[in-house]
């Protein structure tokens, strides 16, 4: 099976700065999703990542906040800008390989601890 | 807008015991459905999924789930509880319109406690 990498896998920051989590895939993707995992909650889908054009924001998340990038099939990038205590969760990558009847797989998450 | 119920937020069994974890959905047609199990520090395992035709599912680790559409239900079971079980699962849909099964709606999520 593919392997799915998210950097960095935890990390504490600075209220008001930003972090740029990053998810690799050793093959190639044809969607690629980011998940957000608030303390004790849930997951929530943030966005879609869209090869070579915009991200698609589910209703709650916006460009500004939550900047994503996807430069190809296997990459992708969430940001989360001027963040805040309230942005302390577990942020998901997860990815479609295509085709009938598949499954989303997971990445090992970041846990994000915003100080 | 789809939704998803866990109805127990958390459960504990003694090991051996059987189990059923309860997944109830809103949603206009059948949607694809999915149990997930996360252990602590660990990413998302797919445990088992339905997309259409039998309505019983066998998954890994011993793990199945019914689908039972006049219930709107997906209730995952297992006949005898191992402590390495203890987790968080969680029920998912994906709504088959939209061209994926790897955009999903999860619900609250149940913690399975197990005793020895």
């Not at chain 1, 460009?63 to 990459?75: G, H, Q, Y």
């Not at chain 2, 866990?6 to 059987?18: L, N, R």
């Amino acid at each position: 099976s593919a392997v799915i990498s998210q950097k960095p896998s935890r990390d504490i920051c600075q209220r008001g700065t930003s972090l740029t989590i990053q998810c690799q895939v050793d093959s190639q993707v044809t969607m690629m999703f980011w998940y957000r995992q608030q303390p004790g909650q849930s997951l929530t889908l943030i966005a879609t990542a869209n090869q070579g054009s915009e991200a698609t924001y589910e209703s709650g998340f916006v460009i500004d906040k939550f900047p994503i990038s996807r430069p190809n099939l296997t990459f992708s990038t969430l940001t989360v800008s001027n963040m805040s205590p309230e942005d302390s969760s577990i942020y998901l990558c997860s990815v479609d390989f295509g085709g009938r009847n598949t499954e989303a797989f997971f990445g090992q998450g970041t846990r994000l601890t915003v100080v | 807008a789809q939704s998803v119920t866990q109805p127990d937020i958390h459960i504990t069994v003694s090991e051996g015991a059987s189990l059923e974890l309860r997944c109830n959905y809103s949603y206009g047609a059948t949607p694809y459905l999915f149990w997930y199990v996360q252990s602590p520090g660990q990413g998302l395992q797919l445990l088992l999924k339905y997309f259409s035709g039998d309505t019983l599912v066998q998954g890994i680790k011993g793990f199945e789930a019914e689908f039972k559409r006049s219930q709107s239900s997906f209730n995952l079971r297992k006949p005898s509880v191992h402590w390495s079980d203890a987790a968080e699962y969680f029920c998912a849909v994906a709504n088959p319109r939209s061209g994926t099964a790897s955009k999903l709606t999860f619900g609250t999520g149940t913690r399975l406690q197990v005793t020895l």
